[in-house]
């Protein structure tokens, strides 16, 4: 079971979650608030309007250079898209490590 009450996730806990909940019809999104995606991770610019076409419990998991800015900004994402899961990455792009991914 994933807990979806969290305001982060490491790499390793997005990756892992992503896994677990795509199998139960549940989107994981990989949100690039900065305009600099990471290398190999499939994600998507931020973009509200597009965002919000999303399917209902869709889970956003944003991302900065840090995860500091996301983190801070969790309350304005949560209330702008009241139907989704709002999540930041902890350590943001610069903790990414490429030998964790799938």
Request: aromatic letters at 10%.
């Given at each position: 079971m994933v807990d979806?009450?969290?305001?982060?996730?490491?790499?390793?806990?997005y990756l892992h979650n992503k896994q677990l909940l795509e199998v139960q019809g549940i989107k994981v999104i990989l949100v690039d608030t900065i305009?600099?995606?990471?290398e190999g991770?499939?994600?998507?610019?931020?973009n509200p309007p597009l965002m919000k076409q999303e399917p209902k419990g869709s889970v956003f998991v944003f991302y900065c250079d840090s995860g500091k800015g996301t983190h801070s900004r969790l309350k304005e994402f949560r209330e702008k898209f009241p139907d989704h899961v709002c999540i930041s990455l902890k350590g943001g792009r610069g903790y990414w490590r490429k030998n964790l991914q799938q």
């Open positions: 979806l009450n969290v305001d982060e996730w490491t790499q390793k806990e305009l600099n995606s990471i991770a499939d994600g998507i610019t931020y």
